[in-house]
Every structure is written in C-alpha cells, then in structure tokens.
C-alpha cells in the first residue's frame, strides 16, 4: 500500500494532490487529523505505530528528493564545465 496526503494530516495544511484509483479493486483508507488524534488518545501504541508510518514514509521521499537533487547538481556542474 502507499500513504498519501501525510503532510496534510500532520500538520492542517492544503493538500498538494488529489487520489484516483486507476483500477477497479482498489480500496483507499481515509484518516482525518482529528480521527487520529483521538486513536493516538484511545490506542496509544496503535497511534504510535500509525505515526512512525507516517514518518518513515516521509523519510524515504524526503532521501529520495535528495538523491534527485544531487543527481542534478552533479549535472549542472558538468554543463558549466
């Protein structure tokens, strides 16, 4: 399964993309910010579990855009040259 619209749960802002199912079958999970607050208040554990989700995923998109960028400045540089 992928996440999506984890920065929009964390911290309120607007979401930067809409969800569509390209496949008959799919099932998508919708989780509001208040619905996970109260589950982090109900099941302490199954709201920390939810969270390091969250931020792992976050993680590897964020190394992921890193690499990106890195790839490109090496690319850039070479073209100065």
């Given at each position: 399964?992928q996440i999506?619209?984890?920065?929009?749960?964390?911290?309120?802002?607007r979401?930067s993309?809409d969800?569509?199912?390209?496949?008959?079958?799919?099932?998508v999970?919708?989780?509001?910010r208040?619905?996970?607050?109260?589950?982090?208040?109900?099941?302490?554990?199954?709201?920390?579990?939810?969270?390091?989700?969250?931020?792992?995923?976050?993680?590897?998109?964020?190394?992921?855009?890193n690499?990106?960028?890195?790839?490109?400045?090496?690319?850039?540089?070479?073209?100065?040259?």
């Amino acid at each position: 399964g992928q996440i999506t619209g984890e920065m929009s749960l964390l911290d309120g802002g607007r979401r930067s993309a809409d969800l569509r199912a390209g496949e008959d079958g799919v099932v998508v999970l919708a989780l509001r910010r208040e619905r996970l607050r109260a589950l982090a208040e109900d099941d302490p554990a199954l709201g920390n579990a939810v969270l390091w989700n969250i931020a792992s995923a976050l993680a590897l998109r964020l190394r992921l855009a890193n690499w990106q960028q890195q790839g490109l400045v090496r690319e850039l540089q070479a073209l100065k040259q």
